[in-house]
């Protein structure tokens, strides 16, 4: 599995729209990149996944260049709700085909 | 559908105790796994199932723990004998492989071990 390189913490404020960037230097022709977010007390909830270009869900998008070594989690007018850990991952394809491997994750802080 | 259930949400036992955690996963979903969660190690996979067949255990930190899935809608996870650094959130997750689609993974709220 690609191994993944992420800040280990971000803070940022209510309104402002937060970029998180993920490193997978290594990532392999059929690898998928998936984000998880993780409250405390909390499993971890599936946020977005895409394999290039550009995807956009009601939760966030997620940027991915053509070279797909890198990829952007993009979080618009965040709210202190939006307080957590996010994880991105690289390597699962069709959601099953192989256990996920969570790094340490970015600790996102909003402040009033 | 209710999502991955786990049970119990708590539980402090006493060291040499054998501990079951138990998982229900989400309908339909044909992957399972259980993972185990402390501030020292982050998220670590400790095994994984599909269509009921253990896949990869390599995650099993000792003999000591177990798991089983003796059907499509039920797992346990068995620590025998527990001990304190067994101390953790275990974290059970369901996901299905549909062709031609992506899906991610279900994991349950968890069940917090304590071990004294």
């Known amino acids: 599995l690609a191994k993944t390189t992420q800040p280990i913490s971000m803070d940022s404020y209510e309104g402002q729209e937060v970029n998180i960037t993920c490193s997978h230097n290594?990532?392999?022709?059929?690898?998928?990149i998936t984000w998880y977010q993780q409250f405390p007390s909390q499993g971890p909830r599936f946020i977005i996944q895409g394999y290039k270009t550009k995807v956009t869900n009601e939760v966030a998008s997620l940027f991915i260049p053509a070279d797909r070594k890198s990829s952007t989690l993009s979080l618009p007018r965040v709210s202190l709700s939006d307080t957590a850990v996010y994880y991105c991952?690289?390597?699962?394809?069709?959601?099953?085909?192989?256990?996920?491997?969570f790094g340490k994750g970015t600790h996102l802080i909003i402040q009033p | 559908d209710a999502g991955v259930i786990q049970s119990p949400r708590h539980e402090v036992t006493e060291m040499g105790q054998e501990v079951t955690l138990r998982c229900k996963p989400i309908?339909?979903?044909?992957?399972l796994f259980w993972y185990r969660q402390t501030m020292m190690r982050g998220l670590e996979l400790l095994i994984y199932?599909?269509?009921?067949?253990?896949?990869?255990d390599s995650g099993m930190p000792e003999d000591r723990f177990s798991a089983k899935m003796p059907n499509a809608s039920f797992s346990t996870l068995k620590i025998q004998p527990s001990e304190p650094r067994d101390s953790a959130v275990y974290f059970c997750a369901s996901s299905h492989a549909g062709q031609g689609a992506h899906y991610g993974y279900t994991f349950g709220s968890g069940t917090r071990l304590t071990v004294v």
């Open positions: 991952l690289v390597g699962v394809k069709g959601g099953g085909a192989d256990g996920l491997t």
């Open positions: 199932f599909n269509n009921n067949v253990p896949i990869d």
């Open positions: 309908s339909g979903h044909d992957y």
């Open positions: 290594n990532i392999a022709t059929n690898d998928y």
